[in-house]
């Protein structure tokens, strides 16, 4: 056909205008592209990190504070969250409570002058019934739900003093020493929804999903065991029972990370807390569910307190945060800058070269050649240096991505405590703060390809709509006197 | 040569065509710009061409050849008086209605030959015959045609870069040629050439002129080139000074 002959003509004997127009669509192009590519990653770096934080598909966790008064709201301090539970709930929860503050009777120690070690598990928050995880797990948007427990072993050694005297030295010869253990009940059912999971196991395995073999094994923190010298194999007891460390895991950043991981059913066993859970950890159907999820278990369970991953992105701090936030703001402003600088280039470009084609043009308005035809020549010339641009800048955009990949750049994630301080997202204790390296990565996809080449199209389509107007006026008698 | 009115749309553009002259310009003017800067290119012009006839359009510069070659060639309409073109009122007709007639009616060829630079000779001279929506084998072998007709024949995969001048303006003729113009309109087909290759394409001119017996206006600078047309119209000052009426080939020896 010979309009495309000569759109081609065009493209291809005028090599340096085609170039430069091309050129100045490909560089927006590309920053638009490796920008994308570049937000895809620090997307999936902090996703990465996130995962770390809330663990694997963990959308909300469920505790119940100890703290209930509220401070905030002077004159509601005696709306007793605890008011609407059955009597039998409120026992076991005072009961619960009251091992905090039990005070040693040191005649049930030993005879003064001999040397005790008492083993006391300790919860941070108070327990909800098992059957709650199933009513939390039935709710309307929970996809699954699964129970925790986390206590604090708390060791105090020493010599049995005189009866009434205070030991000299707490920490001292003579004295107590405490040393404090956190352990957590797994359900080896819910692997994947659980506190420790599968993923964070760095030696060793996982938990056996059958409960008999699962109630003999425990997890170890890789920490904890190397300040402790413990290997898989080695046994380590909890509450005086022994019990065969299968695996190492990886504390989680910012997540809840335990020293021991038990069997869910053998914790509570231990700790004579048969059917009680202190922390429920739940899946939402889907993301828009998670917010009407937290409020409908604030409903059901009185005193509950509901902390959902988004609530720790807030905690995210560091390059990666930093990153992000140049990745969201300053770098949608570049590629909207760059995208704009290409445009307006491809434009100037193309109203130059109508400009000095003028006579051209206007010789083809002399030979009868219609309006429509002299515009849809000038856009169609202009479309095909966009599509070239496109392509070029695609090949920009995956250059550009393909070295950001190469080099890698490490970005960092940092953790604060939280400053209410307490109690963590999921109840059991403080947030594990820490930093941690995310490698950046710049993937790329079709649809990023895609988006790039019709960006190009649509600067070309703009450019020649531009130049196509301009020849469209131009008066064939005037364009003929062009001296141009 | 091809055919000359091979296009049936062109014979029946007008069915008064044998009957009626080319041109008839009454009192026909062109004026640039208002108040002081207000130019007058040409003024109140009267003439008629007939059909097959053969003008020369000769004047000092700015006296007006161009302005009356772009009337003629409705690539502009005038500011007062009238233009017929066979027997219909160029100046009431729409951009689409002139570019309608230039396409069927009119032939052009330019000083500069303008050639569009980045087409070979076959494709300037298909980028003529391109808007009529002929079907592609017809419309190679009028280019084919034509070329062979300037005698360009081998040259007609050369860009125009890579011919010469007298080259590129017969590559302009074919082009102008191609549509069976009623009417070739030629603005200072030589002023560009040589003397040789100014003869030539005079020569092809006037030799198509007459064997297709299309209507012909040549602007010129040339007296000698003026002497081949059937008359010889004079401007000076944007006023016709002589040939508007009569043929006065006579008055060009003088």
């Given at each position: 056909m010979f309009y495309v002959r000569y759109m081609l003509a065009e493209v291809r004997r005028r090599r340096g205008r085609t170039a430069l127009t091309a050129l100045g669509l490909a560089v927006g192009v590309g920053l638009v592209v490796m920008l994308g590519a570049l937000s895809k990653g620090l997307d999936e770096a902090?996703?990465?990190?996130?995962?770390?934080?809330?663990?694997?598909?963990?959308?909300?966790?469920?505790?119940?504070?100890?703290?209930?008064?509220?401070?905030?709201?002077?004159?509601?301090?005696?709306?007793?969250?605890?008011?609407?539970?059955?009597?039998?709930?409120?026992?076991?929860?005072?009961?619960?409570?009251?091992?905090?503050?039990?005070?040693?009777?040191?005649?049930?120690?030993?005879?003064?002058?001999?040397?005790?070690?008492?083993?006391?598990?300790?919860?941070?928050?108070?327990?909800?019934?098992?059957?709650?995880?199933?009513?939390i797990g039935a709710l309307p948007g929970a996809k699954d739900a699964a129970g925790g427990l986390t206590l604090t072993a708390l060791r105090v050694e020493g010599v049995v003093p005189e009866s009434g005297a205070a030991p000299l030295n707490p920490h001292g010869e003579g004295g107590f020493e405490f040393s404090e253990t956190s352990v957590s009940g797994v359900d080896v059912r819910k692997p994947g929804l659980a506190i420790v999971t599968p993923d964070q196991v760095t030696e060793g395995s996982y938990l056996a999903t059958a409960r008999d073999r699962a109630m003999g094994e425990a997890l170890v923190d890789l920490g904890y065991a190397r300040q402790n010298g413990i290997a898989v194999g080695d046994s380590v007891k909890v509450a005086g029972a022994g019990l065969e460390v299968v695996g190492l895991t990886r504390a989680p950043l910012g997540g809840d990370g335990s020293d021991v991981y038990v069997e869910l059913g053998r914790l509570q066993e231990l700790s004579g807390r048969h059917g009680r859970v202190n922390g429920v950890?739940?899946?939402?159907?889907?993301?828009?569910?998670?917010?009407?999820?937290?409020?409908?278990?604030?409903?059901?369970?009185?005193?509950?307190?509901?902390?959902?991953?988004?609530?720790?992105?807030?905690?995210?701090?560091?390059?990666?945060?930093?990153?992000?936030d140049l990745s969201s703001k300053l770098g949608t402003a570049l590629a909207a800058v760059a995208l704009a600088a290409a445009f307006l280039i491809a434009t100037l470009l193309t109203l130059s070269s109508v400009q000095k084609r003028t006579r051209e043009l206007g010789t083809l308005k002399a030979l009868g050649w219609r309006q429509r035809l002299v515009v849809r020549q000038v856009t169609g010339e202009s479309l095909v240096q966009g599509?070239?641009?496109?392509?070029?800048?695609?090949?920009?955009?995956?250059?550009?991505?393909?070295?950001?990949?190469?080099?890698?750049?490490?970005?960092?994630?940092?953790?604060?405590?939280?400053?209410?301080?307490?109690?963590?997202?999921?109840?059991?204790?403080?947030?594990?703060?820490?930093?941690?390296?995310?490698?950046?990565?710049?993937?790329?996809d079709v649809g990023l390809l895609v988006l790039a080449i019709g960006l190009a199209l649509a600067g070309g389509l703009l450019a020649g709509a531009a130049g196509g107007l301009r020849a469209a006026r131009l008066h064939p008698a005037e364009a003929l006197r062009s001296t141009e | 040569m091809t055919g000359r009115r091979a296009n049936t749309d062109t014979e029946t553009m007008s069915t008064e065509r044998d009957a009626t002259p080319s041109y008839e310009l009454e009192r026909a003017a062109r004026s640039f710009g208002e108040g002081s800067t207000r130019v007058v290119a040409l003024d109140a012009v009267t003439l008629t061409i007939e059909q097959g006839e053969f003008v020369a359009v000769v004047g000092p510069s700015g006296s007006g050849k161009t302005t009356l070659l772009q009337l003629l060639g409705a690539l502009d309409r005038p500011t007062g008086g009238s233009i017929r073109f066979e027997g219909q009122p160029l100046e009431h007709l729409g951009d689409r209605s002139l570019a309608e007639l230039r396409l069927r009616a009119l032939g052009f060829v330019f000083q500069q030959f303008n050639l569009i630079p980045t087409?070979?000779?076959?494709?300037?001279?298909?980028?003529?015959?391109?808007?009529?929506?002929?079907?592609?084998?017809?419309?190679?072998?009028?280019?084919?045609?034509?070329?062979?007709?300037?005698?360009?024949?081998?040259?007609?995969?050369?860009?125009?870069?890579?011919?010469?001048?007298?080259?590129?303006?017969?590559?302009?003729?074919?082009?102008?040629?191609?549509?069976?113009?009623?009417?070739?309109?030629?603005?200072?087909?030589?002023?560009?050439?040589?003397?040789?290759?100014?003869?030539?394409?005079?020569e092809l001119l006037a030799r198509l002129h007459r064997e297709l017996g299309i209507t012909l206006v040549l602007v010129t600078h040339d007296e000698w080139i003026a002497r081949r047309a059937g008359r010889v119209l004079r401007l000076a000052d944007g006023r016709l000074v002589s040939g508007g009426a009569t043929s006065l080939a006579e008055e060009v020896s003088q």
């Amino acid at each position: 056909m010979f309009y495309v002959r000569y759109m081609l003509a065009e493209v291809r004997r005028r090599r340096g205008r085609t170039a430069l127009t091309a050129l100045g669509l490909a560089v927006g192009v590309g920053l638009v592209v490796m920008l994308g590519a570049l937000s895809k990653g620090l997307d999936e770096a902090q996703g990465e990190v996130l995962e770390r934080l809330t663990g694997v598909g963990t959308d909300l966790a469920v505790s119940r504070p100890l703290a209930v008064p509220n401070d905030d709201a002077p004159g509601t301090g005696s709306a007793d969250p605890f008011s609407g539970l059955s009597e039998e709930e409120q026992r076991q929860l005072e009961r619960e409570n009251g091992e905090h503050t039990a005070a040693f009777n040191y005649s049930d120690l030993g005879e003064p002058g001999e040397r005790f070690s008492e083993v006391s598990l300790l919860s941070s928050g108070l327990s909800f019934p098992a059957s709650a995880v199933a009513t939390i797990g039935a709710l309307p948007g929970a996809k699954d739900a699964a129970g925790g427990l986390t206590l604090t072993a708390l060791r105090v050694e020493g010599v049995v003093p005189e009866s009434g005297a205070a030991p000299l030295n707490p920490h001292g010869e003579g004295g107590f020493e405490f040393s404090e253990t956190s352990v957590s009940g797994v359900d080896v059912r819910k692997p994947g929804l659980a506190i420790v999971t599968p993923d964070q196991v760095t030696e060793g395995s996982y938990l056996a999903t059958a409960r008999d073999r699962a109630m003999g094994e425990a997890l170890v923190d890789l920490g904890y065991a190397r300040q402790n010298g413990i290997a898989v194999g080695d046994s380590v007891k909890v509450a005086g029972a022994g019990l065969e460390v299968v695996g190492l895991t990886r504390a989680p950043l910012g997540g809840d990370g335990s020293d021991v991981y038990v069997e869910l059913g053998r914790l509570q066993e231990l700790s004579g807390r048969h059917g009680r859970v202190n922390g429920v950890l739940v899946r939402a159907a889907s993301v828009d569910a998670v917010a009407g999820l937290a409020a409908e278990i604030d409903r059901q369970l009185p005193g509950a307190e509901v902390v959902t991953a988004a609530d720790l992105v807030d905690r995210v701090g560091g390059s990666l945060d930093d990153a992000d936030d140049l990745s969201s703001k300053l770098g949608t402003a570049l590629a909207a800058v760059a995208l704009a600088a290409a445009f307006l280039i491809a434009t100037l470009l193309t109203l130059s070269s109508v400009q000095k084609r003028t006579r051209e043009l206007g010789t083809l308005k002399a030979l009868g050649w219609r309006q429509r035809l002299v515009v849809r020549q000038v856009t169609g010339e202009s479309l095909v240096q966009g599509a070239l641009g496109g392509l070029l800048g695609a090949v920009i955009g995956i250059a550009g991505a393909t070295t950001i990949d190469a080099i890698g750049p490490t970005l960092e994630a940092s953790v604060e405590n939280p400053s209410s301080g307490g109690l963590g997202p999921f109840g059991q204790g403080g947030i594990t703060a820490g930093t941690t390296d995310v490698v950046l990565g710049a993937p790329l996809d079709v649809g990023l390809l895609v988006l790039a080449i019709g960006l190009a199209l649509a600067g070309g389509l703009l450019a020649g709509a531009a130049g196509g107007l301009r020849a469209a006026r131009l008066h064939p008698a005037e364009a003929l006197r062009s001296t141009e | 040569m091809t055919g000359r009115r091979a296009n049936t749309d062109t014979e029946t553009m007008s069915t008064e065509r044998d009957a009626t002259p080319s041109y008839e310009l009454e009192r026909a003017a062109r004026s640039f710009g208002e108040g002081s800067t207000r130019v007058v290119a040409l003024d109140a012009v009267t003439l008629t061409i007939e059909q097959g006839e053969f003008v020369a359009v000769v004047g000092p510069s700015g006296s007006g050849k161009t302005t009356l070659l772009q009337l003629l060639g409705a690539l502009d309409r005038p500011t007062g008086g009238s233009i017929r073109f066979e027997g219909q009122p160029l100046e009431h007709l729409g951009d689409r209605s002139l570019a309608e007639l230039r396409l069927r009616a009119l032939g052009f060829v330019f000083q500069q030959f303008n050639l569009i630079p980045t087409l070979t000779a076959a494709e300037n001279v298909e980028a003529g015959l391109t808007p009529l929506g002929m079907s592609a084998p017809k419309r190679r072998q009028a280019v084919d045609g034509q070329l062979a007709a300037v005698g360009l024949g081998p040259r007609a995969l050369h860009l125009p870069g890579q011919l010469s001048g007298g080259e590129q303006q017969r590559v302009a003729i074919a082009r102008a040629l191609a549509r069976a113009p009623r009417v070739v309109l030629a603005d200072e087909p030589t002023g560009n050439l040589d003397s040789r290759n100014g003869e030539m394409v005079i020569e092809l001119l006037a030799r198509l002129h007459r064997e297709l017996g299309i209507t012909l206006v040549l602007v010129t600078h040339d007296e000698w080139i003026a002497r081949r047309a059937g008359r010889v119209l004079r401007l000076a000052d944007g006023r016709l000074v002589s040939g508007g009426a009569t043929s006065l080939a006579e008055e060009v020896s003088q």
